[in-house]
């Protein structure tokens, strides 16, 4: 039996919260690792301007886990899918999509859909593609030290939460997520985990980049090493109604460690 | 309150680090040095956090151990790489803090052995991954087979039964015609009546493959099943099909858990095989006993047939094994591996004790209850 999304449906399955004032709409994306309580440094300075749109992907946070599917997102369109379907049932338009690393790429895979509302795009610190293309393109890592991120992960999800369930409910089955996320700030479900860190590190958005058209602001760590300056300055030279801005800091997540330059430069940006 | 020492610090067993908020390291114990294949902190001073650990260390920090002090202020049992100057990588178990200022507080462990236990640990995981992918393809097969085979029996059935019906009719009909046109041909008469009894063995076979193919197929275990209406029921298909009436003699049997159509056809083909072995005065004596725990049941037939030797006992359960021409006992040669067959399926046992010339005796063991492991998938 085909059963009828609804609106409480998506709402629920993202954890899709609002809160600020104003007209115009932000829609905050988490990047892989985390969930949207990772916005709450930038928060408090842009609600008082705009009307933020936060949710959680489905895995991470407190997103409804029983939606999860291997399948569906093994890529990043499963992700982007997910935002149009939460910016249609909210009626959104002309919103700006400010996402954080891979939600950068996934902004951009929902801005390039016809019947999507995004009009403005604030990457921060993103990267199309973080795998070493030689000599074009320095992505930051070869295959192998992305192989052992995944072992990395599953090393630390050994002491978290869930980390036989896939094994005593079948590998992969949709039983083995039918189970209820740890709540933690951090993705503790290594079937979910590892199938994003796929999806994010093992792919290559660097053809889309020229197809973007809508307007948008690059922020680039002075220091980063997922992210490097070069991979801005790449993003900058492809995608034609871009600006890009690099903001002297140290890491990958600015929005967490320097929220206010962060937060003043999205608000110079949208005007 | 007392603090370490520098050289206390030196001295502990596991390691130290202090990095800015920048992420710089900014001093650190000996354990630390030692591990990083420094000789003095002056090497490592000033370097970023990040120049000290694997590329995949350096993705998961900034994933997830740089978030969780930002956002909790503490990451605690954290599995890292960290890089020596000469590029040896040391797994090191963490737990880490950040103060007000920002600057993080690092404690942290070599965990050579537990790495390799987790690696150990992975490998294992990925290899019943595989497996459990494996058995649930071969589960598919199997279903898929036991459909065909669902299919191949019903054909078996109508098929060639029919067929076989047919022939039999078609041979008393002609014998019928010839007898009446007063025809004499006592030999071909002879022939034909041959022929009848090849077909008759020929429906047996087919009921049998039917029967020890249906074997297979799952089904429910879970009706109850009362034991002495199975024997009545039983003893009465066999008056039926025009076996000798033997002589009884039985306890009362217990109600048991199991598929009912299987334990009617188990006892009937017991049975019929207790009296197929005695031409004269058939005499089957039927009785159980229960085990210790009470889980089980055992019935004991015995019979007064011809028996057999030892050397036999153990082939009596394979399929088409007869130890005697079909024209002495008729049969489809498949009655008692049917048997077994059923009896496997009940998770139950079957053994037969046996003397030349006074007779054997089968041992059936079956459970009184239902277990989970006796339910089988539809």
């Known amino acids: 039996m085909i059963r009828h999304v609804t609106k409480e449906d998506i709402l629920t399955r993202n954890n899709v919260t609002i809160n600020g004032t104003g007209e115009k709409v932000l829609m905050l994306a988490h990047g892989f690792g985390c969930d949207q309580r990772m916005w709450r440094f930038v928060s408090s300075k842009l609600s008082k301007r705009y009307t933020l749109v936060m949710f959680d992907y489905v895995g991470s946070g407190n997103s409804d886990l029983s939606s999860f599917s291997v399948e569906k997102y093994s890529n990043l369109t499963g992700y982007a899918q997910d935002v149009l379907d939460i910016i249609n049932v909210l009626s959104l338009k002309n919103i700006t999509f400010v996402g954080h690393s891979v939600s950068s790429m996934i902004g951009l895979i929902a801005s390039m859909d016809t019947s999507s509302a995004i009009a403005e795009l604030v990457m921060v610190c993103p990267s199309p593609c973080f795998l070493n293309d030689l000599p074009e393109y320095e992505g930051g890592f070869e295959r192998s030290d992305l192989e052992e991120l995944l072992q990395l992960m599953d090393k630390n999800y050994i002491g978290w939460a869930n980390y036989l369930a896939p094994l005593v409910m079948g590998a992969n089955s949709a039983e083995a997520l039918v189970g209820e996320l740890s709540g933690s700030f951090c993705s503790t479900d290594p079937v979910v985990a590892k199938t994003f860190a796929r999806a994010t590190f093992f792919s290559d958005y660097r053809s889309l980049l020229p197809q973007c058209t809508a307007r948008t602001l690059i922020l680039q760590s002075a220091s980063d090493s997922l992210a490097s300056v070069k991979i801005g300055g790449y993003i900058h030279k492809h995608v034609a109604n871009s600006e890009l801005e690099i903001i002297q800091a140290e890491g990958h997540c600015l929005h967490m460690t320097d929220p206010d330059v962060t937060a003043d430069s999205i608000v110079k940006f949208i005007g | ?378």
């Open chain 2, 1 to 378: 309150m007392m603090s370490f020492t520098e050289s206390e610090t030196d001295q502990l067993a596991c390691g130290i680090l202090k990095i800015d908020k920048n992420r710089i390291l900014l001093s650190g114990n000996r354990y630390a040095l030692d591990l990083l294949l420094c000789e003095t902190m002056d090497e490592i001073t000033g370097l970023n956090i990040e120049e000290v650990v694997s590329l995949a260390t350096r993705i998961f920090l900034n994933s997830y151990t740089f978030p969780m002090l930002v956002n909790e202020g503490k990451a605690e049992e954290v599995q890292l790489s960290f890089k020596s100057k000469t590029g040896e990588i040391v797994p090191v178990v963490a737990n880490i803090q950040m103060n007000s200022d920002k600057t993080t507080d690092w404690t942290f462990m070599s965990c050579v052995n537990r790495n390799q236990l987790y690696n150990e640990l992975l490998t294992a995981r990925n290899t019943l991954q595989a497996q459990a992918q494996n058995l649930s393809q071969l589960n598919n097969q199997i279903h898929e087979r036991q459909s065909d085979l669902q299919t191949f029996c019903h054909s078996l059935s109508h098929d060639f039964t029919g067929p076989l019906r047919r022939i039999n009719q078609q041979i008393e009909c002609a014998v019928e015609d010839l007898k009446e046109n007063g025809v004499e041909a006592i030999d071909e008469f002879n022939l034909l009546e041959m022929a009848k009894n090849n077909t008759h063995t020929l429906m047996e076979i087919t009921n049998g493959l039917v029967e020890y193919l249906v074997a297979d197929v799952p089904t429910q275990l879970t009706d109850l099943v009362d034991l002495e209406e199975i024997v009545s029921t039983a003893l009465e298909m066999l008056e039926q099909q025009g076996s000798m009436k033997p002589e009884v003699h039985r306890t009362s049997l217990p109600t048991i858990v199991g598929s009912r159509s299987q334990i009617q056809v188990l006892f009937k083909n017991l049975m019929e095989n207790a009296i197929k072995y005695n031409k004269n005065y058939p005499v089957i004596t039927i009785s159980h006993t229960e085990n210790v725990d009470n889980s089980e049941v055992i019935i004991a037939i015995k019979d007064n047939g011809i028996g057999m030797s030892n050397d036999y006992i153990d082939t009596v359960f394979t399929p088409f094994t007869r130890l005697h021409t079909i024209d002495q006992y008729a049969g489809s040669g498949l009655g008692l591996s049917i048997v077994k067959k059923m009896v496997m399926n009940h998770n139950g046992n079957i053994r037969v004790e046996s003397t030349p010339g006074s007779g054997s005796t089968f041992f059936v063991s079956l459970p009184l209850r239902a277990s989970s492991s006796m339910e089988k998938p539809k």
